[in-house]
DNA sequence: ACGAGATGGTTGACTGTTCAACCAGAAGCC
DNA sequence: GGCTTCTGGTTGAACAGTCAACCATCTCGT
């Protein structure tokens, strides 16, 4: 922990891809942001919490279990989930069998505007990712990313 | 326009392939971002900066470039370079040849920083990335991001 | 040479995220 | 039962980023 030993310092190879991967996921992400705000008045972030609720049994997470299936702080969980319910699209409810739980649930509204905003959505992903990768390619971003979540394990933010 | 035409919904491999990357993502480069600042009190962001100052001729970038380079807003440099310039990292200069540009420039000090910093960043992205991924799998993020970069071209945000 | 428009950069208000502190209920221990 | 500790969730302040408005300078057509 003290000397920082041997950094393994990456190949000028390894460093482009990685900055062309990091570039082009600011930009992607903003975009596709842009795009859902524009259309939808629908942040992307708040888009995949409706995604979630909407493939949920009786559309409803607890706010935990969105936090992590997301990597995304409870805290941020709170204040979206928040947003999204003066909105009309989120209500939370008591979670039985746990008296601390809260879940979120999706409402009818939620349900219509996430089927609006998904063209947009899926559309975008399409035309700017899915288009510039083969199938294999495509899944070569998602085993990649999946074994970094793996890697990164429970070491996830719990603020 | 005004019909969304065909969808081209996701096949179900995409969709999971990409839910990965999106979340794998970011809980990259939040920890990235948390092990660059509890190390070194320095942002990703910041970090990022400071590299391509670091490489650039006389460590001295335009505000403009550097926002296209990253994929940034101009205000958001703007911004970012004024939390840098407070860190005493960098200062702004004047740009020769163009009485509108500004040129943000690395100090000695900033440069001490980036040096110190490189070793905890590189040393991230290597446990949590590159070694999840063979060479050839990491030159399909460079090349897959590269493409979607170019397909945006131009129409990234100028605010 | 001059006006119209594009580009470069900053500002300030607003929105979204983080962080630390906090309360409430659950679980484990004796 | 009554501690202690852990987990679930919220809150409010601080901070980072977006957006729209703005001014200055450069460019280009005429």
Not at 72 to 98: A, F, K, P, W
Request: hydrophobic share 35%; net charge neutral; proline share 2%.
């Amino acid at each position: 922990m003290e000397t920082p030993a041997e950094t393994p310092w990456l190949t000028s190879t390894q460093q482009i891809s990685w900055r062309d991967y990091m570039v082009g996921t600011t930009a992607l992400t903003d975009q596709l942001d842009r795009e859902l705000r524009e259309g939808h008045g629908l942040s992307l972030h708040e888009y995949e919490i409706l995604v979630r609720l909407s493939e949920a049994e009786g559309n409803a997470i607890r706010m935990a279990e969105l936090a992590s299936s997301l990597s995304h702080s409870r805290s941020r969980i709170t204040h979206t989930v928040s947003r999204l319910e003066r909105l009309g699209y989120v209500v939370r409810g008591q979670c039985s069998e746990d008296g601390r739980g809260v879940s979120a649930v999706m409402t009818g509204a939620g349900r219509t505007a996430l089927q609006v905003a998904s063209h947009t959505h899926v559309e975008g992903v399409h035309r700017l990712l899915v288009s510039n990768a083969s199938d294999a390619e495509l899944a070569v971003l998602g085993t990649v990313f999946a074994r970094v979540l793996k890697t990164l394990g429970r070491s996830r933010p719990t603020a």
